[in-house]
């Protein structure tokens, strides 16, 4: 190839690849689209004869003379999700010129609620939350590992985080609302409840991802640009240590393109769920449990590119979120009342376990099953809404004939005029599944629960017909492991010092869990609440250099 004909394909590629993030940048701001992108398989490699995982060593280099394109900007964040579009419109707003790489097509991000204290719509209607109380509860939760002052840095934080989401998305008729919790006094006077969970969740209309996408819609309209379709893959570090920018890889031209930034690299590429090596190694609990969220890009990119740098993955085995669904093929949404304590059975017929124990917990249980697949088995009968009444309010518990009704049409709910049958529905030895239920009445009649000790007002019958069976799917929702942090969000490496350059936020940073078997419940909305405050942290902070 001639050099003006290398010189014109050159400009025709740049064209091309700047052209389909602008286009792929409306599809992410107007219409939101959630689950479009194709599914990345996360590949898998063999332990080496070291003991180590293939991840573990660094790759090679990547030669300078396969870039195709150089671009700089004071602030590169890599990832465009919750953490990633807070850090890119905070670091925008401190005065960086700001760059987003995203591995997908679209603004992508999960989530019902945001977990905040002290926001203006709390604050509004008198809600007071101790903030050390509820931070020591999460603590005591997550059996006193996570880094403390990293859920003070939440605390004080989370409020006006909050706000400056809810001010943007207002301009849009987007505006946020406050999520009492379960109908309790306590709870909405800034107490614990049930167990013992804070009033802290706030939501916006059509869930975070219109939230995030609006922020992001402010953020290009502030001048900071969005690359589509471009995943970082090694991050470039200079003799002195510092981070000095990133290589990401163009996912449909194939192209090397090299990001430099001025200031500060910030890793926002969430979680690890989807790469099994990872998993083995840093979350063996998760270990069977199936992946709820498309598309699956979250394959620990940030992790990886950080640890190849020098940093320090946190300590121990990391926490899982592994929640609870009702979809096991994920083609529709779930349906309601996962949160109530009824009879629960697990793929042999018999009973799982305590049913009062959190949503969050019960898939520890299916674990035990033989040949664990995460699926059990909510048992009720025709009596269902007189249960409600007697059942104590708790999270996740909302269910009216409405909702019911609509789960029954789509066949998330299985219905049965005979035990026999709905076992036969449901795939259950019959035989069984009949026992079980026949033993579960008589410890509801002697009003003592033998076998399991759950509270006798959490018994219910289950003796009149139609009877109803809801399939229930505990999978993975998001790995909360990651990178070891200071408060300024910057991150460290094994000696506890500044890798002097390099940022992180969300659910590819650690020690804010701190390797807690499970996600604990006593801030509702944690997760994004984390996500969004540190992202803006993390935006605020690199932009200052």
């Not at 579009?85 to 700001?98: D, L, P, W």
């Not at 603590?139 to 605390?155: D, G, H, T, V």
Request: net charge positive; aromatic share 8%; glycine share 10%.
């Amino acid at each position: 190839m001639n050099s003006k004909n290398k010189k014109t394909t050159d400009m025709s590629r740049r064209s091309f690849m700047k052209t389909s993030a602008m286009s792929a940048l409306g599809v992410a701001s107007a219409s939101l689209i959630s689950g479009v992108a194709p599914e990345v398989e996360a590949k898998t490699a063999l332990v080496q004869s070291n003991g180590k995982y293939g991840f573990e060593t660094p790759p090679s280099p990547i030669p300078s003379r396969m870039i195709r394109e150089f671009a700089t900007a004071d602030v590169i964040v890599v990832g465009g999700g919750i953490s990633g579009v807070m850090a890119a419109k905070s670091a925008q707003e401190n005065g960086a010129k700001v760059i987003v790489l995203q591995k997908g097509p679209v603004v992508m991000c999960h989530g019902f609620s945001m977990g905040c204290i002290d926001s203006k719509i709390q604050i509004e209607k008198n809600i007071r939350i101790n903030k050390m109380n509820a931070i020591t509860e999460l603590n005591y939760q997550s059996l006193n590992k996570p880094k403390f002052e990293l859920l003070k840095l939440w605390a004080e934080h989370s409020g006006e985080t909050f706000n400056w989401i809810d001010d943007m998305t207002t301009k849009h008729g987007v505006k946020g609302i406050f999520i009492p919790n379960a109908g309790t006094e306590s709870g909405e006077s800034g107490g614990k409840y049930w167990f013992n969970s804070y009033c802290t969740g706030h939501k916006w209309k059509g869930g975070m991802i219109v939230a995030i996408n609006l922020v992001a819609k402010e953020a290009v309209k502030a001048g900071v640009e969005f690359r589509f379709n471009t995943p970082g893959k090694q991050l470039v570090q200079d003799k002195s240590g510092r981070i000095t920018g990133v290589i990401a890889k163009h996912e449909i031209t194939g192209d090397y393109i090299q990001f430099n930034a001025k200031k500060g690299v910030i890793l926002c590429t969430g979680d690890y769920g989807n790469n099994p090596d990872m998993l083995q190694k840093y979350c063996p609990a998760a270990v069977g449990l199936k992946s709820y969220y498309t598309p699956r890009h979250n394959t620990g990119d940030g992790h990886l590119m950080g640890i190849w740098v020098g940093a320090e993955m946190e300590n121990g085995i990391h926490t899982k979120m592994a929640h609870v669904h009702s979809t096991p093929d994920f083609a529709d949404s779930d349906a309601p009342g996962r949160g109530m304590p009824w009879l629960a059975v697990q793929k042999e017929g018999k009973r799982l376990c305590n049913e009062d124990i959190p949503f969050y917990l019960m898939a520890n249980q299916t674990l035990n099953a033989t040949n664990p697949d995460g699926l059990y088995y909510n048992i009720l009968d025709s009596d269902w809404e007189e249960n409600l009444k007697q059942f104590p309010p708790r999270v996740a518990g909302a269910i009216d004939r409405q909702s019911f009704d609509e789960a029954l049409s789509r066949g998330l709910i299985i219905k049965a005029d005979k035990i026999e049958e709905l076992a036969n529905k449901l795939n259950l030895p019959a035989e069984t599944f009949s026992k079980t239920v026949a033993r579960y009445n008589e410890l509801v009649e002697k009003g003592v629960d033998e076998d399991f000790g759950k509270i006798a007002v959490d018994l219910s019958f289950i003796k009149k017909a139609p009877f109803y069976g809801i399939p229930r799917l505990c999978c993975i929702s998001a790995i909360l492991g990651g990178i070891n942090i200071n408060t300024k969000m910057q991150v460290l490496d094994k000696e506890q010092h500044i890798i002097h350059g390099l940022y992180a936020a969300g659910n590819v940073s650690g020690g804010f869990f701190g390797g807690a078997n499970d996600y604990p419940f006593p801030i509702i909305g944690l997760s994004v609440g984390r996500a969004t405050t540190f992202g803006r942290l993390a935006g605020r902070y690199a932009a200052k250099g």
